[in-house]
């Protein structure tokens, strides 16, 4: 027993001496985490900053342990940890400095360079001529050690959880629920990072060692990926044929299946790889050799769907994304079917640069390209629709919903990408001043809705088929969300579904709603008494159409409880008549304000 005691405190301090850094960003990921998290409780002010460096820090974990793996090889670990510093502050410096700032964008940054971080774990240490096998091994292994960390972190902290809510419940220690976050965020975050540590021992000399193949995932890929991707390509051939035979254009999400396929199918082949020319089943010889050919089909219907929609509605990054993954593809296949000798190491490599190109490369990253085919796409609609007069957006011309729509919906992308210099000159000066506005108060949910109401003649399409679950909707949308607050004494912005308190005169507010969507129940909480707000919310829409868009001046309700007058306004809200369902209501649980004064 105390040679095992000693063994794992061996392990442990071998982890801290061989992954200082990595240890240290999954430490301070999980603080910041947990900070951020405390922040947003309410009464309290959120700080985007423990956001921030959470992200940044976490960030940190994959990319210095393949700094880690690179060093092992070639040696120069201070000079490859202080590369990475540097990364790690020009990606922080890269995010904005106020949470408003943070939009869709920065997903679009984020989540692809996560991504290469974990792609370049898989190949920076056998960049050059190591043998193919080892290169194999290591990733298996590190395949299994994730896998296996998962089930390990699962385990450890529901039994951590599960042990304090018995000494809690056991004991009436009654500790704070916040605790059980806490817990759940470190363990998640610096307590997975080091159990995987722990798998990988010393790092790269253990993880490419030769070792047996893995009966559980020999059967896995045999019995159950292969044949499965099998019947999958099956019905992407009979979906190939269906649009031959009647000569339509494929549908958008087709894009996605075959992404699906051909992702997991080059993951099973990987999987496979050394099994091709020993014990391996007959089904998985075949399925390797043609597999690369049975792609060929599926490429074409893949660009014939993406270009389907770029050419319609023009780039935007999600769009130039998937066109550079097909590219990607497409290269992987020419590459095994042509080249005598290839390496599975062309994957991931070939992967890594497709994504470093689209994110960083002079004007043809996604974001340049997003932007101009955007510009040129409203350029477009704006002159095809006569709405240009000197230059400015013509507002008082007739023009169809859709086309309102679509106008209004690229205004508030370019503006939200910082286009502010190219869409001000489209607008009318009241205009102008309005969006700066909204632009500066950060509400870009507005912005759509700013300009779309400024259309005074649009016409609808009653012919045109409306889908049945939305068929009966009404939505209103407030042409200005500005609160006049010189006859009132205070004003409270409700941030989200969570961030919905706020005290005033030692009485206590709360806005009891879900996320974003509820039934016949909407409660406004005044000093713990519910006060039900539907009849105030059906009111609204007393004077509107059944279904359709309706702009109004101003969209609020007023509700006086204890001698206070309670104003809330909303920026939309749409009314949802399912059949069969009653009364359903859609806000932005973001875009609430609420104005008090003593009657």
Not at 321 to 341: E, H
Not at 401 to 428: G, Q, T
Request: net charge positive.
């Amino acid at each position: 027993m105390l040679n095992k005691l000693k063994d794992i405190l061996g392990k442990t301090g071998a982890v801290f001496q061989n992954y200082a850094m990595v240890l240290v960003m999954a430490f301070i990921s999980a603080i910041s985490m947990i900070c951020f998290v405390e922040s947003n409780v309410p009464k309290t002010e959120p700080t985007f900053e423990f956001l921030k460096v959470a992200l940044v820090s976490a960030l940190g974990i994959s990319l210095f342990f393949g700094l880690k793996m690179l060093s092992q090889r070639i040696g120069r670990e201070l000079v490859l940890q202080l590369i990475g510093i540097l990364v790690l502050v020009v990606i922080y410096f890269i995010l904005p400095a106020r949470e408003k700032d943070f939009t869709e964008v920065y997903a679009f940054v984020l989540i692809p360079v996560f991504l290469l971080s974990h792609l370049l774990v898989s190949f920076v240490a056998f960049i050059g001529k190591n043998k193919e096998l080892n290169f194999w091994q290591y990733n298996k292994n590190l395949f299994i050690n994730t896998f296996l960390t998962g089930i390990f972190t699962g385990v450890l902290t529901g039994g951590v959880l599960l042990a304090i809510l018995a000494v809690d419940q056991l004991f009436d220690f009654n500790f704070d629920q916040r605790y059980y976050g806490y817990i759940f965020t470190f363990f998640s975050i610096f307590g997975s990072c080091f159990i995987f540590l722990l798998f990988n021992e010393k790092g790269l000399q253990y993880l490419e060692r030769n070792g047996d193949y893995p009966l559980v995932l020999k059967f896995f890929t045999q019995y159950i990926l292969i044949p499965l991707l099998i019947i999958y390509a099956i019905i992407l051939y009979f979906y190939s044929a269906k649009i031959l035979i009647n000569w339509e254009l494929p549908r958008g999400w087709v894009s996605y299946l075959i992404l699906a396929y051909s992702v997991v199918g080059i993951f099973a082949i990987l999987l496979v790889h050394p099994l091709k020319e020993n014990s391996a089943k007959s089904w998985v010889k075949m399925f390797s050799k043609i597999f690369y050919y049975t792609l060929i089909p599926l490429i074409i219907l893949l660009f014939t769907a993406i270009f389907t929609r770029i050419l319609e509605y023009g780039y935007t990054e999600p769009r130039y994304f998937v066109l550079i993954i097909a590219l990607w593809l497409t290269s992987v296949v020419f590459y095994f079917i042509f080249i005598s000798r290839p390496t599975i190491k062309f994957v991931p490599i070939s992967l890594f640069a497709f994504g470093l190109f689209a994110l960083i490369f002079p004007y043809f990253n996604a974001f340049s390209t997003a932007k101009r085919s955007q510009k040129s796409e409203l350029t477009k609609i704006l002159t095809e629709n006569k709405l240009v007069d000197t230059k400015t957006i013509d507002f008082s011309s007739k023009v169809k919903s859709d086309v309102a729509d679509e106008i209004a919906n690229k205004i508030k992308f370019l503006v939200v990408r910082k286009e502010i210099k190219y869409v001000l000159p489209l607008l009318p000066a009241n205009l102008q001043k309005n969006l700066i506005g909204a632009i500066d108060d950060r509400n870009f949910y507005q912005i759509a809705n700013l300009i779309r109401s400024e259309f005074k003649n649009v016409s609808y399409d009653l012919n045109a088929p409306v889908p049945a679950q939305v068929s009966n909707n009404t939505t209103l949308i407030a042409r200005t969300f500005t609160a006049d607050i010189s006859t009132y004494q205070y004003l409270f912005k409700v941030y989200n579904y969570k961030r919905n308190y706020f005290d005033f005169e030692n009485n206590s507010v709360e806005i009891k709603m879900p996320v974003s969507q509820f039934g016949s129940e909407l409660n406004l909480k005044v000093n713990g008494k519910n006060y039900n707000l539907v009849p105030e919310l059906l009111q609204l829409f007393s004077n509107y159409p059944k279904h359709g868009e309706n702009f109004v001046d101003n969209l609020f309700f007023i509700k006086n409880i204890d001698g206070y007058e309670y104003k809330i306004m909303l920026d939309s809200i749409i009314l949802v008549n399912a059949a069969g369902k009653g009364a359903e209501f859609v806000i932005n649980s973001e875009s609430i304000l609420i104005l008090i004064k003593k009657n």
